[in-house]
């Protein structure tokens, strides 16, 4: 019988106690080893987590109230009690850089510095137990502890909050950092502090702000249909609930309503700053669900069930339209589809549909003239690939995340982008966004995601963070440009402000970064700045880039065996395309046919996956995708006909029944490996309709025999269609010797005829019966 004492200590008198003894010590020796409170890093064996769940002001203004309140959580996560749970607020300088907006969120914590002293929120904490807990500071003051600050700026915070273990020694366990946005400095009363008057932002330079609204999805569509299907076929309903009230897609739509709507003041500033990035993708499958669609079952069934989502889809993609016929809109790549690899695919027409055409799709769809000539690239690296492949496709400006790391490499400081766009070729400019921005929205939400454009040196704990920390880092990130002193007066101010395209961020999330795009507009800490103006003025630019492009995408990318599967067979597709003509009865054409099927390969290079499971979907979806290929291949052939042919003569023609099951008709042509003896005519080329075709070819054979004839159809440009047939011929034809033979025996027969009617007419025996005997004389008595 063991009785545990607190401290570690053990009492018994089995053969086990020295075991649970040794056990004991260790724990406190290892416990013993980590930093103690308020030094260095939390324990790498976490006991507690703490998450902060309000921030009060969330962003600081001269209108805010003069103290900033944080409210959380701490749990216990480990495996053991807790005691003394205390927590304290800490404080750090503004960020001076880009890079800052990340550095300062994870790694030591040097720079911070306590504000007040640690306060006790649990005596214990039990094993899965959690406990509140809320600290208070003023923004300034002379009397007691207050954050010290006194000009705006963004400013890290953290909850550091420390315990003790049982079998440990006191330590720090768990930090929360998040960013606290100052736009400017609410005046200051408090009895104890000489009053202070409001300190407002510098507005004398301000930032034109371009932000990019985007609404996209990951691909939904099921692949391998040629031609589409109706109704529709989608690998789950999913969208169905993100187009719902309350779901993903309907948060993001609510939010552009509401931001351009007469409510939000500055809302028409905020409208000709914003542009709503949409994926054609999303639109045809949503423009496809209203019309009602089916679910399959699996993703490898034939069977499905009907969707759910036709009346949220009808409703979704009308209020769409509404917004955007009073907003700018451009489309992103289609199904966000990775162009470094379709660079390395090396096919036009693949990347005409990626990067030329989702334009059309988006007009056609939302009924707009969307705005042209920018390519937005929200995630992965601009590679040299790329930009070549972009650029063949005509003048673009390239919206494209810029460089950045924790340490500029010459001076070892912290790094800011550099967001001054760059000519990357006489057709092509590189517009870049910052990527500790860029990374600090796609951290919004339930489901944060790192960019893949982001350098290692500036990933934070992602996972770690409460939403509200990310929101905040967010919404400071946003600001922190707009704030920062210009090191050129005068020198133009301008960012993009680029969240991935399948962004995920609660409704809240949503509506609170639109809400501090309209307080910085407002505030004049920025000024609109419309798509149209950057590509406008990206045409003027003339100075090249100081590094060149990456080669290849450092993280994310696909691998060489999707390149393969895909240049494989979009060019067996674009043959076979070639071939294809308009049905007259439908109106379907060739290209329309077999449209899905190429978009389909796009869906496959989608960026809008998790990097770590990108390559095996792609495999998956390609393998659909080139089944449906070869199917549509094989579905133009030569009906194999049963037994023998048999040629009465040597000019007999050779029938045969062709088969078209595809939807269009498609242009062939026979080839005819005839033996020797036999020639076959060329029939030339054949307009195959879908359905059967008989068909007649004239041969010539030569000789009497069994011949044996290898007959396949292929496209004018040789594309072999179908399986080819062996058809068994026989031959009754005897040729020339046969024709001389016969053509003697008739002349001869001819003049024995003529001689014998001669002498016939002329009363003469023919020496021909003068052998026979005599016929009886019926007059002659016997």
């Known amino acids: 019988m063991r009785t545990r004492r607190r401290g570690g200590g053990v009492a018994s008198g089995s053969p086990t106690a020295l075991t649970a003894v040794i056990a004991a010590l260790l724990v406190v020796l290892g416990a013993a080893s980590a930093p103690l409170a308020g030094a260095g890093e939390p324990d790498a064996v976490p006991f507690v987590q703490i998450r902060v769940d309000r921030v009060t002001p969330e962003v600081v203004t001269t209108s805010s109230a003069p103290v900033v309140t944080v409210a959380g959580t ?3 996560v480990g495996d053991r009690p807790v005691r003394d749970v205390m927590v304290r607020l800490e404080q750090a300088g503004a960020v001076a850089s880009s890079a800052g907006l990340r550095t300062n969120l994870t790694g030591t914590n040097d720079q911070y510095r306590p504000v007040g002293a640690f306060t006790t929120v649990s005596a214990e904490l039990q094993r899965g137990q959690e406990t509140r807990f809320s600290l208070s500071a003023p923004l300034r003051s002379a009397s007691q502890p207050a954050l010290s600050i006194d000009r705006p ?4 915070l953290l909850v550091n909050v420390n315990g003790t273990p049982d079998y440990g020694e006191p330590a720090r366990l768990d930090d929360a950092r998040f960013l606290l946005p100052v736009t400017g400095l609410p005046r200051t009363g408090a009895e104890s502090d000489p009053p202070a008057g409001a300190v407002p932002p510098d507005t004398s330079h301000p930032v034109g702000i371009t932000m990019l609204w985007p609404l996209a999805d990951r691909p939904r569509l099921m692949p391998g ?15 169905a609930a993100s187009l719902a009230p309350g779901g993903r897609l309907d948060a993001l739509l609510s939010a552009a309503e509401f931001a351009g709507s007469a409510a939000v003041e500055g809302g028409g500033a905020v409208n000709r700053a914003l542009c709503l990035a949409v994926d054609p993708d999303l639109l045809v499958t949503v423009n496809a669900m209203t019309g009602g669609y089916v679910v399959a079952d699996s993703p490898d069934s034939l069977t499905s069930h009907p969707g759910t989502g036709q009346a949220a889809a009808t409703a979704w993609l009308e209020r769409l339209r509404r917004v955007a016929r009073d907003s700018c809109v451009a489309a992103t790549p289609y199904a966000q589809a990775d162009l470094d690899t379709l660079a390395r695919v090396g096919d036009p027409g693949l990347d005409a549909i990626a990067v030329s055409r989702p334009a059309e799709v988006v007009d056609r769809i939302l009924r707009v003239s969307s705005t042209r000539g920018a390519v937005l690239l929200s995630d992965g690296r601009l590679t040299a690939g790329a930009a070549e492949m972009i650029g063949a496709q005509g003048d673009a400006v390239v919206i494209t995340g810029g460089d950045c790391a924790a340490h500029d490499s010459g001076s070892g400081v912290a790094a800011t982008a550099d967001l001054t766009p760059r000519r990357l070729s006489p057709q092509l400019v590189a517009a870049p966004y910052d990527p500790a921005v860029g990374a600090a929205l ?5 489901d944060p995601v790192a960019p ?17 920390a990310r929101r905040q880092d967010a919404l400071g990130s946003m600001l922190w440009r707009a704030l920062e002193s210009p090191d050129t007066p005068g020198a133009p101010r301008d960012e993009i402000l680029m969240p991935p395209a399948y962004w995920k961020p609660r409704a809240d999330d949503a509506r609170a970064v639109l809400t501090t795009l309209a307080t910085a507009l407002r505030s004049g800490l920025a000024v609109p700045k419309p798509l149209a103006a950057v590509i406008e003025e990206a045409a003027a630019v003339t100075a090249t880039p100081e590094h060149p492009l990456p080669a290849g995408q450092p993280v994310g990318g696909f691998g060489p065996e999707i390149v393969s599967a895909v240049a494989g067979d979009v060019d067996r597709l674009w043959r076979l395309t070639a071939a294809l003509t308009t049905d007259t009865r439908t109106g379907m054409t060739g290209e329309a046919y077999t449209a899905p099927l190429a978009e389909d390969m796009l869906r496959a290079l989608s960026q809008s996956e998790p990097t770590d499971v990108r390559n095996q979907v792609a495999t998956e979806r390609l393998g659909i995708v080139g089944h449906a290929v070869g199917d549509l291949i094989g579905a133009v052939t030569i009906v194999n006909p049963a037994g023998t042919y048999t040629l009465a003569t040597e000019h007999s023609p050779l029938p045969l029944a062709l088969r078209n099951d595809l939807a269009v008709p498609v242009r062939v042509r026979l080839r005819v490996d005839a033996p020797p003896g036999m020639t076959v005519a060329d029939v030339g ?6 359905g059967y075709l008989p068909l007649r070819v004239p041969v010539e054979v030569r000789v009497n025999q069994h011949f044996v004839v290898d007959v396949a159809l292929q496209t ?10 062996r058809l068994s011929v026989h031959s009754n034809a005897y040729g020339m010797v046969l024709f001389l033979i016969t053509m003697t025996a008739t002349a001869v027969l001819i003049a024995l005829t003529g001689r014998r009617l001669w002498h016939r007419f002329r009363g003469q025996p023919d020496r021909a019966d003068l052998d026979r005997p005599r ?5 002659r008595a016997t």
Not at 153 to 156: K, R, T, V
Not at 442 to 446: I, R
Not at 775 to 779: A, H, S, T
């Open 74 to 76: 701490v749990r216990n």
């Open 153 to 156: 700026g963004i400013y890290p």
């Open 225 to 239: 249909a040629a031609g589409g299907t109706v109704p529709v076929r989608l690998i789950d309903d999913d969208l």
């Open 442 to 446: 796609a951290g919004l939400g339930t």
């Open 452 to 468: 893949t454009y982001l350098d290692g040196s500036l990933a934070i704990r992602l996972q770690h963070d409460s939403a509200l």
């Open 685 to 690: 080329e054949l307009e195959l309709p879908p």
């Open 716 to 725: 004018p440009d040789g594309l072999s269609l179908g399986e080819s047939v």
């Open 775 to 779: 016929p009886p004389d019926p007059d």
